[in-house]
């Protein structure tokens, strides 16, 4: 496609006099009614103040309009019509988007236009917001035995990165040290967000078993270190069964303890809280948003209740307080003078629009699937996770998983003695309509043919064994 | 037969709406936990026993500390309970669907085509995983290959970025670029300063500081433009760049635009336009022409996608050709047959969000653009304006209320208003009769902190509204000045048709009575559990 030739024309002033459907003030005798009452001749006129050299000569160059809502539709569900979407392969990628079932009650509720459509109206206009997001802090709570959540953040990656620069507030200190076996795109967000007060130090992990090395965290780790940060699952999918440890080290130095826990694993794993964290943050997105192509995302932190960490949070916190009438809940906005919206670059970063919407939607989730459907979500992930892991370390060549953890979801698995490489492997799984695992090979090159695979409760037994069918065939 | 209608106008105009926001008086969601009750269930994984990965089995592999002693405790609902309670929720909002939303100035608060909602939540968009190979999601990336050429050429940019989270987002990644350019050159720690004015989004300011840079913020001139000359005393050798608004939070188009933009080149510096104030100018002015290195674009303000309560927006970072190689990675590739995500880029600043942005909300503002091409976007910009002077026009009639700055000049797509006359009359200040406002269904907000426009309020019309929707918002706002003045209480102990009553304010800035969680709240008034 090249965006010149006829899919364009030069769309001159027209005197078409197209009436707009979202334009109610286009109709030409409305238009004149209004510029006759504040005396203008024409809107030319609005833009007198506006110089002529800075003024766009002609019109813009752009596509014809598809001016009706049913040409609109057609063509972009024409485009539309390129995808495959993951529902029509078996889907084996995770690596922090994840395909679960969607609750219709999570779509039934984020689709309705007053939660679509509203924006940051006072709690006397959006009192069902303030409330829905509230609770979702209070789920969120419960889930991670902490007593504050923010409004969410853009994203998972955005939760780290603040979570780490809080903790550089909060000691003082300008150091932090952070699990290697991190993903490179995280990573890469932590350098830029933290590039003007903070350095990074990578902590090496066991290769065998993907655990952090405490006796190179015990060696890096002074009394300039503000944060020690692991992820709990990791990217690479085990579980660091060794966070006391970890915690104990850090507090012992002083510093603060970041980890990032993916909140799908906490009806079965013990919350980070529980093991000496003292900032938890991650990625709602597991709890009802679909993936879209990575727009799904929302993040999370959450600390205990503590002023000091409460101030030093750059989002939006929603807190329930009394009305002037007895028993009415109302809520607002918690110590908001810590924001840049009350004092602009005084405020702890910034804070902006966000991925409220998910945050409301993960709410949902929570209540849907309460305490019981939590444990039962982990316990069948990790049901699903081992047996992957079990069958596709029976095929000649395939070793899964790499590492002698116990893993949650995702789990590393190396094709090394197959003679094939993973680009290899996922294309002729992909003919096979199965989306193979995450390509690590450029990411951990010290991995070798490695990829990162990941299952979920949408995956039955026989799910699983068509995707080792179709390894056998591939490798054999 | 009595005609019902007589009874809905005076004088031949509609009577004020007899308004009452929706009032559920909903529990905590926690309230209304039975223990036993299932909301949805989990598929379990069914088949021929596999004794090693059976959940008990399984649950084994972990040491015991951990394994989750007790199940988190979440409330306990069925379906319906669940659903009732969030769509009880959610009618106890004022969402741009349900009113005429003028009153919350600077965010364009326009009509999101339903359409495109529709659009967006198709199952090849909703159902793609980020990471499946590129011929399996052609479909998604032309689509934002397109709208980086249609956001090109309304920009006059050379090179977009669609994967900042949002519009602050998107100042966060220009600033970034900022440094990255300096860096680039050796002048990092030399340029440390950027300057931004005190009618430019607070973002502006915070994003630089968070960037690393010391912030000086410029005040505007007695008629209220930016002060060229305090420009010109601020500029230095260390000087990164200009991050600005144009029309400016006060609706005011700041004329020199392009000598601010001379001045900070002649000192070494960028210039990035936030252009979260464009949609009076689509059409009309763009930002390469003014001379600019770097813009963005909140999408979900003037490209339509619906706001949704705070996020997920978008936000687009537009850049000239040589600043191209640090926008963050990926970019959409097209190489006249398929499209790519382009890692290849070693100068880039990096990954922005885990992986490229909200993807659905640049469909939404695609197939909002195709609506209208080029004739219909400067409609947009063109009624919008008409919409806002014609706001202007009227409001100013109301006494007590005045428009500062910029006497008899003609203001942008919006304007910052001052109750301060009123304020002195009646001592009852703009933030409640906001609150009041809320009383007849409209909304209103006062404007971003500090208040150098006293008792301000700063009201947005875009195109999207009626005259007639127009008109009903003056009559609302003039109706409760003149309560104001006659009926000073019934403003200051507003609202009264609202889903809840006054709030006290005090224990959200209190450490030992706030609470962000029902379990801090149980426990801080005492009824800890268990």
């Given at each position: 496609m090249t965006l010149t030739g006829e899919d364009y024309r030069k769309t001159a002033m027209s005197d078409k006099g197209i009436t707009y459907p979202y334009i109610p003030n286009s109709v030409p005798r409305v238009k004149e009614e209004m510029l006759e009452e504040i005396g203008a001749e024409s809107v030319e006129d609005l833009y007198e103040d506006m110089p002529e050299r800075l003024r766009l000569k002609g019109s813009m160059n752009l596509p014809q309009p598809l001016l009706s809502e049913y040409e609109l539709r057609r063509h972009v569900e024409g485009i539309l019509a390129k995808n495959e979407s993951a529902p029509e392969y078996l889907n084996f990628l995770g690596a922090g988007c994840y395909q679960h079932h969607v609750p219709a009650v999570c779509d039934e509720i984020n689709q309705r236009g007053e939660f679509l459509t509203a924006y940051a109206g006072e709690p006397y206009d959006d009192h069902g917001r303030f409330q829905a997001l509230f609770e979702y802090a209070s789920m969120m709570g419960e889930l991670l035995n902490m007593d504050v959540v923010n409004v969410p953040t853009y994203d998972g990656f955005q939760a780290v990165a603040t979570s780490l620069r809080m903790t550089c507030r909060l000691t003082g200190r300008r150091e932090v040290l952070i699990a290697e076996t991190i993903g490179a795109d995280l990573l890469s967000k932590i350098r830029d967000y933290c590039k003007p007060t903070i350095t990074i130090t990578l902590v090496g992990h066991d290769?065998?078993?993907?655990?952090?090395d405490l006796d190179d965290l015990e060696s890096k780790i002074s009394d300039q270190t503000a944060a020690v940060f692991f992820q709990n699952p990791s990217y690479l999918g085990l579980i660091e069964v060794r966070g006391q440890e970890i915690s104990q080290i850090t507090h012992d130095h002083g510093a603060v303890c970041v980890v990032e826990a993916d909140p799908m694993s906490l009806g079965v794993l013990t919350p980070p809280a529980d093991y000496g964290a003292d900032i938890v943050c991650g990625d709602i997105q597991p709890l009802g948003m679909h993936m879209q192509f990575g727009g799904g995302q929302a993040g999370y932190i959450a600390t205990r209740d503590e002023e000091a960490y409460v101030m030093e949070y750059p989002s939006r916190l929603f807190g329930i307080a009394p009305t002037s009438v007895p028993g009415e809940y109302g809520f607002g906005d918690v110590a908001y003078e810590r924001t840049s919206f009350a004092i602009r670059e005084e405020g702890k970063e910034w804070v902006g629009t966000a991925a409220a919407l998910w945050g409301i939607t993960a709410g949902v989730y929570l209540a849907l699937m309460g305490p019981q459907g939590m444990v039962e979500i982990g316990e069948g992930l990790m049901s699903r996770s081992r047996y992957a892991m079990l069958e596709m370390d029976k095929i000649g060549g395939v070793k899964a998983p790499v590492l002698r953890s116990p893993h949650f979801r995702e789990f590393v698995v190396d094709?090394?003695?197959?003679?094939?490489t993973v680009a290899e492997i996922n294309e002729a799984l992909m003919i096979r309509k199965i989306f193979g695992g995450k390509d690590l090979t450029e990411e951990r090159p010290e991995l070798g043919e490695c990829a990162l695979f990941c299952v979920s409760e949408v995956h039955t037994r026989e799910d699983i064994d068509q995707l080792t069918t179709a390894l056998k065939e591939i490798v054999d | 037969m009595e005609d019902i209608a007589r009874h809905r106008y005076t004088d031949g105009k509609p009577n004020l709406r007899r308004f009452h926001q929706a009032k559920w008086d909903e529990p905590i969601i926690f309230e209304l936990s039975c223990e036993g009750q299932r909301g949805i269930l989990v598929p379990e994984f069914e088949g021929e026993t596999q004794t090693e990965a059976d959940a008990e089995d399984v649950l084994a592999t972990l040491p015991d500390e951990m394994r989750r002693k007790e199940p988190p405790k979440l409330p306990e609902l069925s379906q319906p309970q669940v659903l009732r309670h969030y769509v009880r929720l959610s009618q106890e909002n004022l969402g741009a669907d349900l009113n005429v939303e003028i009153g919350q100035g600077t965010c364009t608060m326009k009509y999101s085509p339903k359409i495109n909602d529709q659009l967006a939540t198709h199952p090849d968009v909703v159902d793609l995983h980020p990471l499946q190979q590129e011929e399996t999601v052609q479909g998604i990336l032309e689509i934002m290959y397109r709208f980086e050429q249609i956001l090109k050429e309304i920009s006059g940019m050379d090179r977009f970025s669609l994967q900042p989270a949002a519009g602050s987002a998107a100042i966060y990644t220009n600033a970034s670029i900022i440094r990255a350019y300096h860096e680039s050159r050796g002048e990092a720690g030399q340029r440390d300063e950027m300057i931004t004015t005190i009618y430019s989004h607070p973002s502006n300011a915070a994003c630089a500081q968070t960037a690393g840079f010391k912030v000086i913020t410029l005040y505007p001139d007695e008629d209220g433009y930016p002060d060229l000359d305090a420009l010109k005393a601020a500029v230095s050798e260390r000087t990164a760049g200009l991050m600005i608004t144009n029309p400016e939070d006060t609706g005011i188009f700041n004329p020199e635009i392009d000598d601010f933009v001379q001045v900070v080149h002649d000192a070494g510096g960028l210039c990035a336009y936030d252009q979260a104030n464009a949609n009076g100018v689509l059409g009309i002015t763009r930002a390469r022409d003014a001379g600019f290195d770097l813009c963005h674009f909140n999408l979900h303000k003037t490209f339509s996608s619906p706001h949704g309560c705070g996020g997920p927006g978008a936000g687009a970072c537009g850049v000239r050709e040589d600043l191209a190689k640090f926008l963050p990675v990926p970019l959409v590739a097209f190489d006249g047959e398929a499209y790519h995500l382009d890692y290849d880029r070693p100068h880039s600043i990096g990954k922005m969000v885990p992986f490229y942005g909200y993807p659905p909300v640049v469909l939404r503002a695609y197939a909002w653009a195709m609506s209208l091409g080029a004739e219909g976007l400067r409609e947009v910009a063109e009624i919008a304006v008409l919409n806002n002077n014609y706001l202007l026009n009227k409001m100013l009639?109301?006494?007590?209320l005045s428009a500062p700055y910029a006497e008899g000049k003609r203001r942008v797509e919006q304007v910052r208003y001052s109750w301060e006359e009123l304020v002195e009359e009646t001592d009852v200040r703009s933030e409640e009769l906001g609150i009041r406002a809320a009383d007849f269904g409209i909304h209103y907000w006062t404007s971003h902190h500090p208040f150098i426009v006293p008792e301000p309020c700063t009201l947005e019309p875009t195109e999207t509204p009626s005259k007639d929707d127009l008109d009903e918002y003056v009559a609302v706002i003039s109706h409760v000045a003149q309560e104001a003045r006659t009926n000073p209480e019934v403003v200051r102990t507003a609202p009264h048709n609202s889903t809840v009553h006054k709030i006290d304010h005090d224990p959200l800035d209190d450490p030992s009575r706030w609470a962000m969680t029902w379990r801090a709240y149980r426990r801080k008034v005492g009824q800890e559990r268990d």
């Open positions: 290769p065998d078993t993907g655990q952090l094709f090394g003695s197959t003679g094939k | 009639k109301i006494p007590g």
